[in-house]
């Protein structure tokens, strides 16, 4: 149930218990939303209560109903079938969620289960060397989102970054790089960095393939002096790092993504060994085939823990890296969003975790997502997210320009727009499923799409800044409510877009329960066309100040949870467009 209609449900138990002699605890936890909002905005279905009582539900709803009387909250009760259904009292409904809103904005409803606990999110986590691939773009945004719905929910968040700089790709790009004729190739090519980078690791393996064993010999010895901390191939492997931690925060800093850590798998090269020796003393490993293994299903394949040539590998340093992150964090929560490609993987990881004695392997998640499908570009079909952005902006930009009497700053909201839209089209779909990608969708300000979301909350601002009031879409700012007559707020559309508001706090629960960022999308999406539909029947600014007055504080309400909602899922919110 919504924390903040737990004074609702409290009244109705009251009363329900009292006609029924029944348990207050039994009858509060059996109210509901009825399924047709217009037959009330509580229901108690009475057919459990039947058995103890003997006697039908149809007539325990009639005793409930004939007892009931009005209460500071509740307006009527009426009997229907097994059902008792509630009417709440609307200008107190009203002003006890809008002086909420207006007061605490997102945190509105008080409920803030993660005081005290402490969650760590690893996602986003590229490989160094290679521009930023679009597969990443889902673990960067969901990871993003989660971190931000915990946080609000009052978990202490650790957001990590755990990227790819370890293995013998690296030997393979070191050996590349040795050749002055292919960096030369490289540079005429490729006026970013990490793309020539990224050309020179592609040229050694096409090298390879094609019948050179000697760049595969030289590749691992690279490697091999780069673990055994060489100087000359521990500075060329610091400089591509660089080279990828520059061209990455461009990325982030566009998508508004940040990081408390930033650690990649060399992090944890020197934490492995004791690890390796725990698994070998209890027996946990065991040789197989000249490796050193655990099997974690005797149906699947085993966990490699060091492969033939006594070399690590990723599943080795992921183990490390989990208990690094307990012993340094003390965790409620350790979450990896990661592919669903990757499933097979994370349960050998959860599997290991347990085997070798860590109750704490019961707490960690891997939060999967599908692919990205359909994506393309007048470029043609792309991989590269920052070619994807930079399109989408520039999609953006040429519909700002078909109204620039409208548009004050052009680029900035064609970043803004174009941005956003990428971002939450991610959320359209629950993320375990694929998501087809379609511009014509993710650049929709008529359906489904975060342009429709931000174009509502830029309703909001204008109809705000109109009346003279604040439009910032500062959402957290907090404030006294205005002395406004709340029972003018009690026709039928101003009561569904109160309970619509009302219903936030419960919609964050759900979203964390399931690690769902789905659930705010859309919800923000229906809010947005109750609050279109509103505008279509009623006016704000009229000539009665009273009503004037009561809805704007409705629409300033809309507009808090829209801009929190939106910043909650990484898009911004603007105020003009």
């Not at 050749?179 to 040229?203: G, K, M, T």
């Not at 790092?241 to 944890?268: A, N, P, Q």
Request: proline share 5%; with cysteine.
């Amino acid at each position: 149930m919504n924390p903040f209609q737990r004074p609702y449900v409290e009244e109705i138990a009251a009363q329900a218990a009292a006609a029924l002699s029944l348990p207050l605890d039994c009858v509060a936890a059996a109210v509901e939303l009825p399924r047709d909002l217009s037959l009330g905005d509580f229901a108690l279905p009475c057919f459990r209560f039947a058995k103890e009582k003997r006697l039908p539900p149809a007539s325990l709803a009639s005793q409930v109903a004939a007892a009931f009387h009005p209460t500071r909250y509740l307006a009527s009760a009426q009997a229907v079938g097994p059902f008792v259904n509630f009417r709440l009292v609307p200008p107190a409904r009203a002003e006890r969620a809008l002086r909420a809103i207006h007061e605490q904005g997102l945190a509105f409803g008080g409920e803030k289960p993660g005081t005290g606990k402490r969650i760590v999110i690893d996602y986003s986590s590229p490989n160094i060397a290679k521009p930023f691939h679009i597969g990443h773009l889902r673990s960067t945004v969901i990871g993003n989102a989660l971190a931000n719905l915990f946080e609000l929910l009052g978990y202490e968040i650790v957001r990590v970054n755990h990227l790819g700089d370890w293995g013998t790709q690296f030997g393979y790009l070191m050996a590349a790089w040795q050749r002055e004729e292919w960096r030369a190739e490289a540079d005429a090519a490729e006026s970013e960095p990490i793309r020539r980078l990224f050309r020179l690791y592609v040229r050694g393996n096409q090298e390879d393939e094609h019948g050179n064993p000697a760049l595969a010999d030289e590749a691992r010895s690279w490697f091999r002096r780069l673990e055994t901390g060489d100087p000359k191939a521990v500075a060329l492997w610091k400089s591509f790092k660089e080279i990828s931690l520059s061209y990455f925060d461009k990325i982030y800093t566009r998508l508004g993504v940040r990081f408390d850590h930033t650690t990649g798998e060399s992090f944890f090269e020197d934490k492995m060994a004791p690890l390796v020796e725990k698994a070998r003393a209890s027996g946990v490993a065991e040789e197989s085939e000249g490796a050193f293994v655990i099997h974690t299903n005797e149906d699947g394949p085993p966990l490699i823990l060091l492969k033939k040539d006594g070399g690590t590998t990723y599943a080795t340093r992921d183990l490390a890296a989990a208990l690094y992150r307990h012993d340094e964090y003390a965790f409620e929560q350790n979450l990896y969003v990661v592919g669903s490609t990757q499933q097979l993987h994370f349960q050998q990881l959860f599997a290991a975790l347990a085997l070798l004695g860590f109750e704490w392997a019961g707490r960690c998640h891997h939060i999967a997502f599908g692919k990205i499908l359909g994506l393309s570009t007048r470029k043609g079909n792309v991989i590269w997210l920052e070619e994807v952005l930079d399109e989408a902006v520039e999609r953006a930009r040429e519909k700002a320009k078909e109204n620039p009497e409208l548009v004050e700053d052009i680029e900035g909201t064609a970043e803004r727009v174009g941005i956003g839209a990428v971002v939450f089209h991610d959320f359209l779909a629950r993320r375990i499923k694929d998501l087809e990608f379609s511009w014509e969708a993710v650049l929709n300000f008529q359906g489904d799409s975060g342009p429709y979301v931000q174009f509502s909350h830029v309703r909001t601002c204008g109809i705000l800044r109109k009346a003279g009031s604040s439009a910032s879409p500062d959402s957290e700012r907090a404030c006294a409510t205005p002395d406004v007559d709340f029972s003018l707020l009690s026709l039928p559309e101003d009561r569904c877009l109160v309970a619509l508001l009302e219903a936030w706090p419960e919609k964050l629960i759900i979203a964390a329960e399931e690690y769902e960022p789905f659930v705010v999308a859309r919800y923000l999406l229906e809010l947005s066309g109750l609050f279109h539909s509103y505008l279509e029947k009623h006016r704000v600014l009229s000539d009665d100040k009273s009503l004037t007055a009561a809805r704007l504080l409705l629409v300033d309400s809309v507009r808090r949870i829209l801009a929190g909602g939106l910043e909650l899922l990484g898009v911004q919110a603007p105020d003009r467009m």
